[in-house]
C-alpha cells in the first residue's frame, strides 16, 4: 500500500480516497456539538467541585516512556493494553494509558519544593488498546484527583467525599449510584488469618477483583488452579459475603464516621469485593457502580503509598481516584440527568435579517448586545423569516430579534421569547435593560 501510493501522483490519491467514506479511527469518537457538550459538563462539574475542596489543575505530557508504568500498572495494562512504539533513539514510548504514574513522576521530580499537603486535580485524554464496546473505547479523557502527603482515614474520606459529591451535583441520586468501599490491608490481613501465603496474596486479589466477572464455577476453579485449598476458598467465600467485616478496620471505621458527617453517607457503602486490578493500591481503596450492574465502574482509586517512591522519589504516603468520561455519561443517559439543551446554541440570542437594506442595522445591534456581555449570533443572510425563526427554535435560542422597515422607522425592535411563548415591541433604547430580565445574567 505505502508502495503505491509512492508511485501515484498524490491528485490520483485523493480522486481515489474520496470514492468511499474515510472513517475515524477504531475506538475513538467523534465530538459532535451535542456530545461536545456533555464532555465540557462533566469537565466543568469537575472543574467546579475539585476546587470547591481546594484542589489545584496539573497536567502532563501525552507521551511518556514504558518504564513509568512497567512496574506501577500491572502487567496487564503494561503488555496488553499501553499503545507503544519505538522513538528514533530506541526508548520505547507510549501514548499514557492513565494519569497517576505521570502524576507521581512530577511530584518526586521536584518532592523537596512542594508544599504538603498536595492537594492536586487534571482533566485529559488517555489511550488503552481494548476491544471497543459499550462503556469502552481506546480513546477516553479522565480526571484524575489526588491528595498527596497526608496518611489518614480522613484524607481517605475526602477523597470519597469528592466523588460522593460530584456524582450529586451531576444529578444521580443514591438510589441510582453507589461509591462501594474496602481496605487492602484488612483483606491482607483476613487472607493472612486464613493461611493464605504472602507471595500468593496479589494472586489472590486478581481473583477477588474478578469475582463478578467470571461464573461461580470458573471463578472457583481459577481459585483452586491458584493454589488455594477448599477450606481457604470457603474461607474467602464467607470473607466475600460478611457486610460487618469493615467494623474490624479503624481507617473504615473512621472514615464512613466523617463521610456521615459530611452529608454523603448515602452515596456510601461498605464492599468487601472492591480490592481494585492495579497493583499500587495499599490501603482503602474504593469504585463507584450503577446500583443495576449495568455498566463498569463509574470511577475508582484509593491509598497508593509507595507509587512515589517506585518512580525514583521519596516514600510519600497519597490517595486519589480517576474517573473517565465514557461510563458516567452512559449512566447519566441511562437515568435522563442530562441538561435538555446539550446541543444548543451558547448564544441565546438571534438577531435576524429581514432584507438587505437592513442588514446592517441586525448586524449593529449584535455588536452592541456582545459588547454588553451578551453572546449573540446573527442569521448570516437574507431568507424568509419563517426560516430564520425555525433555526432559532432548533438551536435552541430563548429570544429571537426582529428589525423589519416598521421597527427601524421608530427606532424599536421586537423581541420574540421563545421559552415563555410571548412577543413585544420595545424601543431599541430599552433592549439591553429587558434582556436582562429575559437571559442569564452576563458572563
Known amino acids: 500500500m505505502l508502495k503505491s501510493l509512492h508511485s501515484t501522483p498524490p491528485w490520483k490519491v485523493t480522486l481515489t480516497h474520496m470514492k468511499s467514506s474515510v472513517q475515524a479511527v477504531k475506538g475513538t469518537r467523534d465530538y459532535y456539538p451535542e456530545e461536545m457538550g456533555l464532555r465540557n459538563l462533566l469537565y ?6 475539585s476546587e470547591s475542596f481546594g484542589y489545584q489543575e496539573w497536567d502532563s505530557p501525552f507521551l511518556e516512556t514504558l518504564d513509568l508504568y512497567a512496574a506501577k500498572s500491572g502487567e496487564e495494562l503494561v503488555k496488553e493494553q499501553a499503545f507503544v512504539f519505538p522513538d528514533r533513539g530506541g526508548d520505547l514510548i507510549t501514548l499514557r494509558p ?4 505521570s502524576l507521581a513522576r512530577m511530584v518526586a521530580q521536584r518532592q523537596r519544593q512542594l508544599v504538603y499537603p498536595l492537594r492536586w486535580w487534571s482533566w485529559g485524554p488517555c489511550w488503552r488498546y481494548e476491544r471497543p464496546q459499550k462503556g ?3 480513546e477516553f479523557f479522565q480526571w484524575n484527583v489526588d491528595l498527596i502527603g497526608v496518611d489518614s482515614p480522613q484524607a481517605d474520606a475526602e477523597m470519597i467525599a469528592l466523588a460522593a459529591s460530584f456524582i450529586r451535583q451531576i444529578g444521580l441520586q443514591p438510589s441510582q449510584v453507589s461509591i462501594l468501599v474496602n481496605n487492602r490491608a484488612l483483606i491482607s490481613s483476613e487472607l493472612s488469618r486464613m493461611g493464605v501465603p504472602t507471595e500468593k496474596s496479589k494472586q489472590v486479589f486478581r481473583l477477588i477483583d474478578r469475582r463478578d466477572k467470571m461464573s461461580s464455577e470458573s471463578w472457583e476453579a ?3 488452579e491458584l493454589g488455594l485449598n477448599p477450606d481457604q476458598l470457603q474461607g474467602l467465600k464467607n470473607l466475600l459475603a460478611d457486610q460487618e467485616l469493615w467494623r474490624k478496620s479503624p481507617d473504615l471505621t473512621a472514615c464512613f464516621d466523617l463521610i456521615e458527617a459530611l452529608g454523603l453517607k448515602d452515596y456510601v457503602r461498605f464492599a468487601p469485593q472492591i480490592v481494585r486490578g492495579l497493583d499500587y493500591y495499599t490501603g482503602t481503596v474504593f469504585e463507584a457502580w450503577d446500583n443495576d450492574g449495568e455498566f463498569r465502574a463509574i470511577l475508582g482509586g484509593g491509598r497508593y503509598d509507595n507509587l512515589v517512591a517506585a518512580v525514583g522519589g521519596d516514600p510519600l504516603p497519597a490517595v ?3 474517573m473517565g468520561d465514557l461510563v458516567v455519561s452512559l449512566v447519566l443517559k441511562k437515568f435522563k440527568a442530562l441538561p435538555p439543551d446539550l446541543g444548543a446554541s451558547p448564544a441565546k440570542v438571534l438577531v435576524t435579517v429581514f432584507d438587505e437594506s ?6 449593529a445591534v449584535a455588536a452592541d448586545l456582545r459588547r454588553h456581555g451578551f453572546p449573540t449570533a446573527v442569521y448570516p443572510e437574507v431568507a424568509k423569516l419563517s426560516t430564520q425563526l425555525k433555526y432559532g427554535d432548533r438551536m435552541g435560542f430563548w429570544v429571537i430579534l426582529m428589525l423589519g422597515p416598521d421597527e427601524l422607522a421608530q427606532d ?3 423581541i420574540k421569547d421563545l421559552r415563555r411563548g410571548e412577543q413585544q415591541t420595545i424601543p431599541q433604547a430599552e433592549l439591553v435593560e429587558q434582556l436582562r430580565y429575559l437571559l442569564p445574567p452576563p458572563a
Open 222 to 224: 481459577y481459585a483452586l
Open 412 to 414: 424599536q425592535i421586537t
Open 320 to 322: 486519589g481516584f480517576a
Open 98 to 101: 492513565e494519569l497517576t504514574p
Open 44 to 49: 466543568s462539574t469537575a472543574r467546579a467541585v
Open 136 to 138: 469502552r473505547t481506546r
Open 358 to 363: 437592513s442588514l446592517h442595522s441586525s448586524f
